[in-house]
């Protein structure tokens, strides 16, 4: 196995971006299939010719990448 140091480490090795977000499994997008307003009533999205509604997903901010816990307080 051959490693590559200086500049081209990161082209030929890259770094493990880590665990795929659960929310969107690393895709960065989420399909939406309801929306709740501000008076607490759901409206469902009906589907137009079988088409979903993808929407960034808000958990990973589309990265993909599963958001660090935030730390607990004392």
Partial sequence: MTFALGGEAEYYQPK??????????GGGNVSVASIQDVLG?????????EHNVEVQCPRCDGTGVEPRPEPEER
């Fill in 16 to 25: 493990d971006p880590g665990p795929e977000c659960l929310w969107c499994d």
């Fill in 41 to 49: 009533k759901v409206h469902v999205i009906d589907f137009v010719d």
